[in-house]
């Protein structure tokens, strides 16, 4: 079965796709964007973790 690799870097993080080459374009569009949400969620939660939250006192 022949595929496609994608390797990109995303916020420093190297992330490498396999998609094979006998799906239909729409398929290999939602694979990769589910590939970026997973990626830009983390990096959301990552930002918060380093925000100090306002309010609270130590």
């Known amino acids: 079965m022949k595929e496609r690799i994608i390797e990109r870097t995303v916020n420093g993080i190297k992330v490498t796709s396999h998609i094979p080459e006998d799906v239909s374009e ?24 380093d925000k100090p939250e306002s309010g609270k006192t130590a």
């Open 26 to 49: 729409s398929f290999k569009r939602n694979r990769i964007n589910q590939i970026y949400d997973i990626l830009v969620a983390a990096d959301k939660r990552i930002d918060k973790a």
